[in-house]
């Protein structure tokens, strides 16, 4: 600190978005089912009795501003740290601090991280004892799946959290408290937003507050003043926020549950859906033979023998990508993606080799019949008697079929392949195994 930093005030040129974190729990917006009257995370903050808790959820759904409300609202000193910048020798110190100031004055000490998927194996093991013997309460916030970025131990050791993207009201409430806030946000701007903008706003920011809030800022902060306010249009929020926004990280979760839910709306014949889910993983850039696969797969999983041109289409798409790549492959691939999602549906394959391997790994491979043996064999060259002998050629006897054994003798098994009944896949004359 110098003689000209002495009265600054880091308020007076941090973003919107932050200034306006809310300062306490009545501030705070979202999250009802983990807030709400009478919730247990409320009542544990409202205690000051906050254990060691992982916040795990979407940009701007509320994680670091519930960290700040909690920092407010305990007696605990509140240490911050950076996930990234915070070495094994920070976090020693940390904790040798906290165990003086528990031992000497009785504080409990609480430490936040932001992003704490970052923290590497052994900036997490450093962390454990303390939290073990309550020498500090540990927050962290993420928007990575701690079950995949996280130690297991440090798991055990801490209640996980999930928030869930703002709704769209809630994302509105938070434009309007920022317009009327003369102090922390735009009121003495003397805004005049119209309400198709903020409409705008709410649609484009997809549950994520600080966008919003961003695209607003920059919005009133370049409105031409006219007669003391600042006019801000439906065109003027365009221009702020110009592009949709995709919530999807490539190895995040959120592109698993995108996936997934084009995976279950093929399955379930909605062709809107799945022809939705296929545009946003498009939009998004997502590897198209990635997308390609998926679909190849679930003409055999979902449709299989119901309609079996539906792979057809799936191979004849994935060929096209391949030929003419995007976005003119987009065409094929959604014609694919309908015929699996139009198509009869059955599962009858799936459970077949399900059913086949799983026999096989419990009583192992039989020997092979005689009459099915290969009369090209060295055993048949040795023994021309045992190549082929018995074997009945379906093509010699009417409708091209014959009854004889083609399973390992001794072996009771079970029939494997159970049609549906659904579109195709049904069982047809002589299938009778």
């Not at 978005?17 to 917006?29: C, I, Q, S, V, Y």
Request: aromatic content about 8%.
């Amino acid at each position: 600190m110098n003689l000209f930093s002495a009265g600054f005030d880091p308020m007076s040129v941090a973003p919107l978005a932050e200034r306006m974190r809310p300062r306490n729990l009545d501030e705070f917006l979202g999250q009802a089912a983990l807030l709400g009257p009478n919730k247990p995370l409320r009542r544990a903050i409202e205690a000051d009795k906050i254990t060691s808790i992982i916040l795990y959820g979407p940009p701007g759904s509320g994680k670091t501003s519930l960290a700040q409300v909690i920092a407010a609202r305990t007696a605990a000193e509140f240490v911050r740290i950076n996930a990234v910048s915070a070495g094994v020798k920070e976090l020693r110190e940390i904790f040798d601090r906290a165990t003086g100031n528990l031992h000497l004055y009785n504080r409990k000490t609480l430490v936040f991280c932001d992003e704490v998927h970052r923290f590497n194996k052994s900036q997490q093991d450093v962390l454990l004892p303390g939290i073990e013997r309550g020498v500090i309460s540990f927050v962290g916030a993420t928007t990575e799946n701690p079950y995949f970025e996280l130690n297991a131990a440090l798991l055990s050791r801490s209640t996980l959290f999930r928030l869930e993207p703002l709704g769209d009201e809630e994302v509105r409430r938070g434009l309007q408290a920022a317009l009327a806030d003369p102090v922390r946000g735009l009121g003495q701007w003397a805004p005049d937003v119209e309400d198709d903008a903020i409409n705008h706003w709410v649609d484009h920011a997809r549950g994520d507050l600080r966008r919003a809030l961003n695209a607003l800022e920059l919005a009133v902060l370049t409105a031409v003043p006219a007669n003391g306010r600042r006019l801000v249009t439906l065109a003027d929020a365009k221009e702020s926020i110009q592009e949709t926004y995709f919530r999807f990280d490539k190895q995040g979760d959120n592109h698993y549950d995108i996936i997934s839910a084009f995976i279950k709306s093929m399955r379930g014949s909605d062709p809107d859906a799945a022809l939705y889910w296929l545009a946003v993983l498009l939009e998004a850039g997502e590897d198209p033979r990635f997308i390609m696969r998926r679909i190849l797969i679930h003409a055999s999983e979902d449709v299989g023998l119901a309609d079996p041109a539906a792979m057809l289409q799936a191979h004849a798409a994935a060929h096209a990508l391949e030929w003419v790549g995007l976005p003119e492959a987009q065409i094929p691939m959604a014609q694919a993606v309908l015929a699996i999602a139009t198509a009869p549906k059955s599962n009858s394959v799936v459970t077949a080799i399900k059913a086949a391997r799983s026999f096989v790994r419990e009583h192992g491979a039989g020997s092979v019949p005689a009459h099915l043996r290969d009369p090209h064999s060295a055993e048949a060259k040795l023994n021309p008697a045992a190549g082929e002998a018995g074997y009945l050629y379906p093509h010699d006897y009417p409708g091209h079929w014959v009854a004889q054994d083609y399973l390992p003798s001794g072996l009771s098994i079970p029939r494997f392949y159970e049609p549906t009944g659904a579109g195709r896949d049904v069982r047809r004359q002589g299938h009778t195994s």
